[in-house]
Structures are given as structure tokens and as C-alpha cells.
């Protein structure tokens, strides 16, 4: 299998994942919700209280970007600022009340998007493949620990020499 191959899993896992995201996105259209907006309320929802600094790392932005989302979202009643306890310069995030209700049938429509995605799997199979992606996941979240200055042995094709 090579880089023309449609079925390499590479491009396999790439483009499902981009596919889920456009359906989604098609989806909760109906909240008015852009892809940027339902990002920032799961990250939230699930990191009540994140700082904008680690914000924009989940969102994988920078943090002038991250700010400017977060004061429009802010300005729409979606996110609250609040001062951290300890760190008064540090402004902690939550959702506000609205957004937490909107959350709750953004989610609804995720759980049926990947249902809808999973139809021709049996339960096990979903089973067997939500296991498989976990072990994955942890693997790539290992070795994103490891950070960029970590050399990983890497197996070059044969006939092929890598520096």
C-alpha cells in the first residue's frame, strides 16, 4: 500500500474524520452554530474553567485568534470571563446557561451523526472499533507527550534511505 492507495489508513482515519466534521457541521447549522463555535462549547463543556491560553491550545489556534472568538462568543451571551482565583490576571471560561442548553442538543445531534456513521457495523463491531480507536488514541496522545524533539525509530521502505 502507498501514497496512491485511496484505502492507505492514514487517509482512511483522515477522512473520516473530516467527513463526521462536515456532516456535524451541516447538522447543528440548524442552533446557528459554526464549526469554531460548537469546538469552543465541547471544549469547554468539557474543560469548564480552561484559560484562554489553553483554549486556543485545544483549539489548536493561536491565542490572539482564540481571544477574538472568545470576545465574540462573549459579546453573544454564549461564554463568561471570570477572574482565577489565584492568578487575577488569568481569565477563567464557562458557558453560560444558554450555551450549556444549546450543548445538550448540539449533542444529541453528535450522538446521531455517529450513529448514523456506524450503521453497517454490527454492535460488536462497534464494539471491537470504538476499543481499537481508544488504543490508538492513547498511543498518538503517548507519543504527542513525548514531544517534537523526540526521535522515533521510523521503518523506510525498502530500498529507501532516511538521514
Known amino acids: 500500500m502507498g501514497p496512491d492507495d485511496d484505502g492507505y489508513?492514514?487517509?482512511?482515519?483522515?477522512?473520516v474524520a473530516r467527513l463526521m466534521r462536515t456532516v456535524f457541521d451541516r447538522r447543528v447549522r440548524s442552533l446557528g452554530l459554526t464549526r469554531a463555535q460548537w469546538l469552543v462549547l465541547s471544549r469547554l463543556y468539557r474543560r469548564p474553567g480552561a484559560s484562554q491560553t489553553e483554549l486556543a491550545d485545544m483549539?489548536?489556534?493561536d491565542r490572539a485568534s482564540a481571544g477574538r472568538m472568545i470576545d465574540r462568543m462573549e459579546k453573544a451571551?454564549?461564554?463568561?470571563?471570570?477572574a482565577d482565583v489565584v492568578d487575577?490576571?488569568?481569565?477563567r471560561l464557562y458557558l453560560s446557561v444558554h450555551a450549556k442548553r444549546v450543548h445538550a442538543r448540539m449533542w444529541a445531534i453528535a450522538e446521531a451523526t455517529v450513529d448514523d456513521a456506524l450503521v453497517p457495523l454490527s454492535p460488536l463491531e462497534r464494539a471491537k472499533f470504538a476499543g481499537l480507536a481508544a488504543r490508538v488514541k492513547e498511543r498518538l496522545q503517548s507519543l504527542a507527550d513525548l514531544g517534537p524533539d523526540a526521535r522515533i525509530a521510523i521503518a523506510a521502505p525498502r530500498g529507501v534511505t532516511v538521514p
Not at 487575577?88 to 481569565?91: M, T
Open 59 to 61: 483549539l489548536e489556534v
Open 88 to 91: 487575577r490576571r488569568v481569565k
Open 77 to 82: 451571551g454564549w461564554v463568561e470571563r471570570r
Open 9 to 15: 489508513i492514514g487517509y482512511v482515519l483522515s477522512d
